[in-house]
């Protein structure tokens, strides 16, 4: 099966090791990722002020090209999964035709059809079923005690993000199940990273980040996984300085998809954890599974 | 701004689509606010100066910058109001004026080196001109 798939700005630089163990996983289940031709960013947070057309360019862009190519576009980012989804949404508001027409005149591409953005876990449930990954588990997790923190792009606004249940998802937890993990019970799995606010007010953030650690720690988890790139930075630098400071042990926060690349047998080269803050090679050796 | 306080919360309404007379102050939105006690004023007690018309105590508040747009307040609010899309039309009426919270040339290299591009944009996107 093939997909058009946008990566978005940061799975180019800071993130590389969530794109490439994705785009390696996607070949062991019988997908390809086609990358959408000449993307820009998608603009990384959505603006939602009622006459704010010049923010909804960057995504509206995006769709309008993945619309001349196909019907759907795959993403990895959950700030890319967010923006485009609620950007497509808001072009098609009954009333918002003037919008659409200035928007769509601005960007000089045109829309061919309505594109379904997709996060990459759903292709994984809907397209291939957890049968079809579970099959190709090679290296199952041991039951390997995981928090799946979704944070909030991935679930709200529940109305147009329509991905899962925005207090409690559980996609992630379904999938660290069939590939022999042990998913936790984790009350803080779709609460706030600080996200953004690291650039201007990084206590507060960080502050954020401590308690969904803490909470993934006290449900029992060994490790977290995570979807965004930017929720793994807060959790990660939160660890290191607040963390350290308190004497706190360390939870290693891996992208989800370097856990399913594990599973499905990538070699330890291609899962990027060096490129992770907190390096949990050592956790991952003691733990039998590297 | 020489905009009377019932001219500056129409704008609001308009910017962030929102009703304020909406809201009956249940509290719901500042429990779930994940920046807490950081955020002054928290969600419901900033809507209740709207609707006091104090519009302008609100806009020379620190907490309409504290606004990670996490959409819990929305998203739990029994009255559909979603405080979030206010906070931002806040910030729009003072970016508007041309002032900036986040300064994109303040950044520091290491911080360059480190953070996510993702958390550079939108906070620019958020916080400045
Ligand atoms: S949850 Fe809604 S109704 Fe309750 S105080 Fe907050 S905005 Fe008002
Ligand atoms: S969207 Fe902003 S105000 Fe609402 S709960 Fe999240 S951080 Fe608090």
């Excluded at chain 1, 992770?276 to 599974?289: M, S």
């Excluded at chain 2, 500056?8 to 500042?30: F, H, K, M, N, P």
């Excluded at chain 2, 906070?87 to 508007?96: D, M, Q, T, W």
Aim: with cysteine; aromatic share 6%; hydrophobic share 40%.
């Amino acid at each position: 099966m093939r997909y058009l798939y946008y990566p978005g700005c940061t799975l180019y630089s800071k993130a590389k090791n969530l794109d490439r163990c994705a785009r390696r996983a996607a070949e062991r289940v019988g997908i390809t990722l086609e990358e959408l031709p000449s993307w820009n960013c998608c603009g990384a947070i959505f603006n939602t002020g009622s006459d704010d057309i010049a923010g909804q360019v960057g995504p509206v862009r995006v769709l309008a090209k993945a619309s001349q190519l196909g019907d759907r576009l795959v993403t990895l980012c959950a700030a890319c999964y967010n923006v485009l989804k609620r950007a497509g949404a808001r072009l098609n508001i009954p009333g918002n035709e003037l919008e659409r027409q200035r928007v769509l005149e601005f960007v000089e591409e045109k829309m061919e059809r309505d594109v379904r953005v997709v996060h990459y876990l759903e292709v994984l449930k809907e397209d291939i079923g957890w049968e079809g990954v579970r099959r190709r588990v090679s290296k199952p997790l041991n039951g390997l005690k995981v928090a799946c923190y979704y944070g909030c792009l991935m679930v709200r606004p529940k109305e147009v993000l329509s991905f899962d249940d925005p207090e409690n998802p559980m996609v992630m937890d379904e999938l660290v199940a069939e590939l022999g993990g042990e998913p936790v019970r984790f009350d803080f799995k779709a609460e706030c990273c600080g996200g953004y606010l690291v650039v201007n007010r990084r206590e507060v953030a960080q502050e954020c980040s401590m308690r969904v650690v803490e909470n993934a720690r006290s449900w029992g988890a060994e490790l977290i996984v995570t979807t965004c790139p930017l929720c793994q930075y807060n959790l990660e630098m939160a660890q290191k300085s607040v963390g350290a400071r308190r004497n706190l042990p360390v939870l290693p926060v891996l992208y989800f998809t370097q856990l399913l690349g594990l599973a499905l047998g990538l070699p330890e080269e291609e899962l990027g954890f060096e490129d992770n803050k907190l390096n949990p090679v050592d956790f991952l050796k003691e733990k039998g599974l590297l | 701004m020489n905009r009377t306080p019932e001219e500056l919360v129409r704008e609001i309404e308009t910017l962030s689509g929102q009703r304020i007379a909406d809201c009956y102050q249940c509290g719901c939105c500042s429990a779930g606010c994940p920046i807490g006690t950081a955020m002054e004023p928290p969600p419901s007690k900033a809507i209740r100066l709207l609707q006091l018309g104090r519009v302008e105590e609100l806009l020379q508040s620190e907490g309409i910058w504290l606004c990670a747009s996490c959409l819990v307040c929305g998203t739990r609010c029994p009255r559909g109001v979603d405080y979030a899309r206010i906070a931002e039309a806040c910030r729009l009426l003072i970016l508007r004026t041309k002032r900036s919270v986040v300064d994109p040339d303040c950044v520091v290299p290491a911080d360059l080196e480190d953070v996510p591009q993702q958390a550079f944009i939108a906070s620019f996107r958020k916080f400045s001109v």
